[in-house]
């Protein structure tokens, strides 16, 4: 609309600040907490804005020395890292050309709907037979078995969600370039994945994301710094006789760090694929 | 020399059959049209060409070579599409050498060939566009331009103008005229637009329910068709099909009072009257129709009239200089060498003679 009154203007600008301070409200009281000192989180009333930045969390969980809760929750990040990674890398491997022969072959929907219906199973379901699986193959605690236990979850959500990316590229297109002497590798290297970026881009955060917050396996499938990830690593945290909240809130703002990296990342690719022009050929 | 032969084809999906046996010859440098409502077969048919299909049976030879089975980037064929699909990720230039990127032809030639095909088609001052910022003509031309640039031995298009508005349409369809004459290539065009078939065949088929029901040159296909759907499929507006009674020496057409004098078979027999063959002048040995203008459109060049006779209605086109006024009587002669008759029961075209009175 051009001519809006002025008390709708208002209202929309409200609106959109109340959004803002209800997303952005946790995130900075994260912040908050994990510089304030633990004084201040347990002073009454509350402190809500620390008398001094205490930065020492920060120290204490990068610091390396062997034993310490540092060495710790770096070993977790990495193998958070690692984990997300790979189970995200393997579901896309699996996912471009499963969701591409979904898409062009529609007689074969049904098979990644009944896929997908293992997502309406709870995961506590599943839990008895993958502990079972993973114990046999010796890959308990180990962030291999971690990524593998993951890729079941993301394969199907990637395929899916790549499928639907596949389904508005015309068909025409891999027609003509195969009319014009493409093979299948080329056809889908040089016109189709070209095409189809900004849907991987979504896809691999998504997945990302889906593997870095995963708590469940990870607690039950993992044991020691071998492959224990962020997640339950911050729970070990609150977990003692003494909760540091300050610390965990300092866990926190580092473990969201990685996936905002992503995140930027992905967003070139995003916008680079947005304006590649329009897929109406 | 023929280039293309089709031999029997036929195409099922499941129990539907909709190719019913094709057969067809195709000279070397001809332009044949496949013309035909949506549904009739064309289209499935010029995929089989591409090899984007398989027939279910029959043969498809190209140059001596057998078709079947063979992969469509090895049958050195290049296709147009409606949608154009141009690669909307790769330049312009890319999009025409395309064809030779994927045949491993070394980056110099490439460009000259590219260079060569943009100039022909004008489009050289947009090589380094992406699709998306041209417009439909522009885009058209692309697609032609990579089609092109291959020199394939077959260029097969379909229904590559319906999406452009009607001006373009006609521009670039005396571009392809141009071209055809110009290269001397061998196409097969699939279009629905029979003024399209008209202008660019040197033969048309038209199709009907997955058969080729005529196989000819525009003028045969447009003069003597040899049925009734093609008779009424060609022209705009179609022609007038009046049902006919036999009397004595003749048959009379409809219900009015014209006979036509002719040696005819038994059989009923419908006949087929031009719009354009109707005038208003008397003609030595021709019928009269006599009726009420009842519709009068004028196209600008001409004026299509309706003249309501007794119990059936025609339509005439005639100059638009005639003055003529709705309601007013008047009275249309056509020529009886330009009557077509058909079998009203099979709809296929029956050859009459007409019996002139001796002077």
Request: proline share 5%.
């Amino acid at each position: 609309m051009e001519h809006q009154s002025l008390i709708f203007r208002i209202f929309i600008h409200t609106m959109a600040l109340l959004v803002a301070v209800v997303i952005l409200a946790p995130l900075a009281w994260l912040f908050i907490m994990s510089v304030s000192s633990s004084v201040d989180l347990s002073a009454k009333p509350l402190h809500w804005w620390p008398e001094t930045l205490d930065f020492s969390r920060y120290s204490l969980l990068f610091s390396q020395s062997d034993n310490s809760a540092g060495a710790a929750f770096m070993s977790s990040l990495g193998n958070s890292i690692k984990v997300a990674s790979m189970a995200t890398i393997a579901a896309l491997v699996v996912g471009v050309p499963a969701g591409w022969a979904a898409s062009r072959n529609p007689q074969l929907g049904w098979t990644l709907g009944g896929v997908i219906g293992t997502y309406m199973l709870p995961p506590v379901a599943l839990s008895v037979p993958l502990y079972l699986i993973l114990a046999k193959f010796g890959l308990l605690n180990n962030v291999f078995g971690l990524a593998l236990v993951y890729l079941s979850i993301l394969a199907p959500f990637v395929t899916w969600l790549l499928k639907a990316g596949f389904d508005p590229i015309p068909r025409d297109l891999e027609d003509a370039a195969s009319i014009d002497g493409a093979r299948l590798d080329q056809m889908l290297r040089i016109v189709i994945l070209p095409l189809a970026l900004p849907v991987i881009a979504t896809a691999l955060i998504f997945a990302f994301l889906l593997a870095w917050d995963e708590f469940f396996y990870a607690l039950l499938f993992t044991s020691n710094q071998n492959a224990k990830t962020l997640t339950v690593a911050i729970a070990d945290l609150a977990g003692g006789r003494v909760s540091d909240y300050g610390l965990i809130a300092t866990a926190g703002v580092i473990a969201a760090l990685p996936p905002v990296a992503v995140g930027i990342l992905m967003q070139r690719a995003l916008i680079s694929g947005l304006t590649n022009g329009g897929v109406k050929g | 020399m023929s280039t293309l032969e089709l031999h029997g084809i036929r195409k099922s999906y499941g129990a539907l059959e909709t190719l019913k046996g094709i057969d067809l010859d195709l000279q070397n440098g001809e332009f044949l049209v496949l013309l035909g409502a949506s549904g009739c077969g064309k289209s499935t048919l010029l995929n089989m060409i591409s090899g984007l299909s398989e027939p279910t049976a029959g043969e498809i030879i190209l140059d001596g070579r057998t078709l079947n089975g063979v992969h469509p980037k090895d049958r050195d064929i290049a296709m147009v599409f409606q949608s154009y699909a141009l690669y909307p990720n790769l330049t312009v230039a890319r999009n025409i050498g395309f064809g030779l990127e994927m045949r491993n032809v070394d980056l110099t030639t490439r460009k000259k060939a590219v260079a060569e095909a943009a100039e022909m088609l004008q489009i050289s001052h947009l090589l380094d566009r992406k699709p998306g910022d041209l417009s439909g003509g522009q885009r058209q031309r692309v697609a032609i331009g990579r089609a092109m640039v291959r020199k394939p031995k077959l260029f097969l298009f379909d229904e590559p103008l319906s999406n452009l508005d009607a001006k373009l349409r006609m521009e670039m369809r005396s571009e392809l005229k141009r071209l055809h004459q110009m290269l001397g290539v061998t196409v097969v065009y699939v279009t629905h637009d029979q003024i399209e078939a008209m202008t660019l065949a040197t033969r048309i088929a038209v199709m009907n329910g997955g058969q080729i029901e005529q196989l000819g040159t525009p003028a045969e296909i447009y003069n003597r068709p040899t049925s009734r759907f093609v008779a009424e499929f060609m022209g705009a507006p179609p022609m007038n099909i009046l049902p006919t009674s036999a009397v004595a020496g003749g048959l009379r057409l409809g219900t009015t009072k014209t006979v036509w004098r002719c040696h005819h078979p038994a059989s009923e027999i419908v006949v087929g009257i031009r719009p354009e063959a109707l005038k208003t002048k008397t003609i030595a040995g021709g019928l009269r129709l006599s009726g009420r203008v009842e519709l009068i459109e004028l196209t600008g060049p001409e004026q299509i009239v309706s003249l309501a006779l007794d119990g059936a209605s025609i339509t005439a086109s005639l100059p638009a200089e005639e003055e003529l006024r709705l309601g007013q009587a008047l009275d249309l002669y056509v020529d009886t060498e330009r009557l077509s008759a058909f079998d009203a029961e099979t709809g296929l075209r029956v050859e009459i003679t007409s019996e002139h009175p001796k002077a």
